[in-house]
Nanobody, 119 residues
């Protein structure tokens, strides 16, 4: 089991970029596959991207995730933020090497960090 804490959320202008961090304690995060999810008000939580335990990076459109093994973190970079992006962003971890965009495999979740997009 690993404890996760997200940080880096805040207010960003449309078109801007943001880097979120998922910090782990209790275990090494490179032993886990990590998924990033987000939930906007009134909407279901949705998957963004996942990074396998055997991968150092993952990229999907405007989203890029990478590991910092020394800091025991995984970061999520979001480029060109749009009006659809405001949400609470979560990271989650699972010990399977498979990279899943489904919530069910993930047993450990952070509390989330709020991202707001406004000019």
């Amino acid at each position: 089991q690993v404890q996760l804490v997200e940080s880096g959320g805040g207010l960003v202008q449309p078109g801007g970029s943001l880097t979120l961090s998922c910090a782990a304690s209790g275990d090494r995060l490179d032993r886990y596959s990590v998924g990033w999810f987000r939930q906007a008000p009134g909407k279901a939580r949705e998957a963004i991207i996942c990074i396998s335990k055997f991968s150092a990076t993952a990229a999907k459109g405007r989203f890029f995730s990478s590991r910092n093994i020394a800091e025991n973190t995984v970061t999520l970079q979001v480029r060109n933020l749009e009006t659809e992006d405001p949400a609470v962003y979560y990271c989650a971890a699972q010990q399977s090497p498979a990279c899943s965009l489904q919530e069910t495999p993930y047993g450990d979740w952070g509390q989330g960090t709020q991202v707001t997009v406004s000019s």
